[in-house]
């Protein structure tokens, strides 16, 4: 079976950073580069149920050459789940489980060997170790008395240390057993640091100290390992949080039209030419920019103003990520990169037809549209309408809603 470690240094995704995008499809988030979906070495699709998960991957792609963080990105220990842990879990647990006996604190509590951080009083780091070392056994006996009532031994001589530690083993999560992988294999931290770190047992800077104090790392290494293994569990952090529910587009629907909600039945076919058509594009454009300069809302493409579906196959694209990849280059060539991040598409399917939700949010900076072959103006939202302002009504606008910086 492939270590975390000899995985990540093979690990290669040829992709620009800059086409990198999120889009949301069936109730779930998905990583996109240009008109395709993203997939790991495995060939298996960066996907989640949580938007923040995709989003987090997505920033540590996008700083994959930064070689203190390259081992332990997210994007790796997602890629290492679904393309080696799922199909060799057995194996996973196995070499895990073989590894107890050597770690420190294992020898500590088993057989009484104490833990070899120093050389003596003459290390510099003498009173750095015995500090941080204090506070990890603490942290370690602590957590051993908390389990120690939920496991059942037999009457015999062994230890229950390395049965509690099987045992917490075995509830952790996959997310949870590969970041543990992930940390003993590219730090050489044994067992018990990982499994304390990602049980929440000890915070990223114990785990760092405990690395240096135990001689698994050089000290020149602490900033590193810190910045790395936060990463690590703030990745583990959203991973536990609950997807944020999507609402139904039919609940979106059943709303009716009003000052954050537009239906329009294409992105760019004018249905009565039989054509595309630019105006038809810009209307679209400017409903999302009236949404990013006001309070947000949603705008429903392929739905008509009465509520009924006409479906984005009108707008007559080869497929589904092509209709995606022209909206977005819309929003980034008219609106700007910049208000992407305010900006989620998803595709549902309702009466076979499929509808586009573009969920705005409120954005911190005025949105003007920029669009060829029209005029530069900036779009509010007023009741059920996108209304254009003049430039003194512009100037009061963006004074009142974005402060004096603007």
Known sequence: MRTFEEYARAFEISCDPETLDLYCDDHKYYICSGSKRLLTPGLNEFSHPSESVIRFLITDLQLKNNTFLHGLSSHIIFSYLHDVFLSEQTLSH?????????????????????????????????????????????????????VMSEINLEDNDSHPFPEILKLSYSRLSNDQKVALHALSSCH??????????????INPVEYAKGT????????????????????????????????????????IISKGEGDTLEFKSTLRW???????????????LK?????????????????????????????????????????????????????????????????????????????????????????????????????????SEALKYIKARFGDNY
């Open 94 to 146: 196995t070499a895990w489980e073989t590894q107890l006996s050597a770690d420190p604190f294992v020898m500590l509590k088993t057989s009484g060997r104490s833990v070899k951080p120093l050389s003596g009083p003459d290390d510099p780091l003498f009173t750095f170790s015995l500090t941080s070392l204090t506070g990890l056994i603490g942290a370690v006996n602590s957590f051993s008395e908390k």
């Open 188 to 201: 050489q931290s044994g067992t018990v640091l990982p499994l304390l770190l990602v049980l929440g047992e």
């Open 212 to 251: 240096i104090s135990l001689k698994f790392q050089s000290e020149e290494k602490y900033t590193e390992i810190l910045a790395a293994v936060a990463g690590v569990s703030a990745y583990l952090e959203l991973l536990s949080e609950k997807a944020a529910s999507v609402p139904l587009i039919s609940d």
């Open 270 to 284: 004018d249905i009565r030419a039989g054509k595309t058509n630019a105006a038809i594009e810009r209307s679209c």
């Open 287 to 391: 409903t999302i920019s009236a949404f990013l300069n006001s309070k947000g809302g949603y705008l429903l493409i392929g739905v008509r103003d009465d509520g009924s579906i006409e479906g984005i196959e009108s707008d007559k694209f080869a497929n589904e990520d092509k209709f995606l990849l022209h909206l977005w280059t819309l929003i980034r060539t008219c609106l700007g990169r910049d208000f992407s991040p305010y900006i989620r598409t998803r595709l549902e399917k309702l009466s076979d037809k499929t509808v586009c939700v573009v969920d705005c949010l409120a954005a911190d900076r005025p949105a003007f549209l920029r669009q060829p072959g029209f005029d530069e103006q900036m779009f509010i939202r007023i009741g059920p309408s996108s209304n254009a302002l003049d430039i």
